[in-house]
């Protein structure tokens, strides 16, 4: 089975920008991957973000912005507010089954 | 309003079995692809398995940590998914949640392994 990685931790300022990065231990992410990106906070269930590499919820704030880049899928950051501190996991889709990421917290300081 | 709402949780001892329900609203369940997520306290989530639209074939496919304990079943008269757990192991401790493989999700059901 795949291994999915993704930054422990990374910490941002308020109104900077942060790169989320998602890879792939079988090669390069691509788009037949279906890239998902999900945001969770302390004591609620995930919410989808970012579907099939950069394709945004009714719900997805402006700030947030999906991309494959060197052989890795992104979720950019820009313009980080307070709200936006959680924890942030990549999905990535094979034949016959989805893998997770460890997770990313993001810390907005 | 798409709702996902998990039930069936709670505490089971090691050896048990379980069956965790996802009754659903606001889409089209029959055209919908269904999945189920976990999350151990404290750490990432895992995905489970999903399960296709009968139109797609109704096909099921398993992650290989859970391939043979865990079967995914659904009832598109009832809108409900099912998640069946057998032989449960105190790893298994973890809220569960259903989604639309995987875009929107429901709250979750705490499941606890303990004797």
């Known amino acids: 089975q795949a291994v999915v990685t993704q930054e422990p931790s990374l910490t941002v300022s308020p109104g900077g920008t942060v790169t989320l990065t998602c890879g792939a231990s079988?090669?390069?992410?691509?788009?037949?991957?279906?890239p998902y990106w999900f945001q969770q906070k302390p004591g609620q269930a995930p919410r989808t973000l970012i579907y099939d590499t950069n394709n945004k919820q009714s719900w997805t704030p402006a700030r947030f912005s999906g991309s494959l880049l060197g052989g890795k899928a992104t979720l950019t950051l820009s313009g980080a507010q307070p709200e936006d501190e959680a924890d942030y996991y990549c999905?990535?889709?094979?034949?016959?089954?989805?893998?997770f990421g460890g997770g990313t917290k993001v810390t907005v300081l | 309003e798409v709702q996902l709402v998990e039930s069936g949780g709670g505490l089971v001892k090691p050896g048990g079995s379980l069956r965790l329900s996802c009754v659903t609203s606001?889409?089209?369940?029959?055209?919908?692809?269904m999945g189920w997520v976990r999350q151990t306290p404290g750490k990432g989530l895992e995905w489970i398995g999903r399960?296709?639209?009968?139109?797609?074939?109704?096909?099921?496919d398993y992650a290989e940590a859970g391939r043979g304990r865990f079967t995914i079943s659904r009832d598109d008269s009832r809108n409900t998914v099912y998640l069946q757990i057998n032989s449960l192991r105190t790893d298994d401790t973890a809220i569960y949640y259903c989604?639309?493989?995987?875009?929107?999700w429901g709250q979750g059901t705490l499941v606890t392994v303990s004797s």
């Open positions: 989604n639309t493989d995987p875009r929107d």
């Open positions: 999905l990535l889709s094979y034949s016959g089954a989805r893998v």
């Open positions: 399960i296709k639209s009968r139109s797609d074939g109704g096909t099921r």
């Open positions: 606001g889409f089209k369940f029959v055209h919908k692809w």
């Open positions: 079988t090669g390069p992410v691509t788009s037949d991957h279906y």
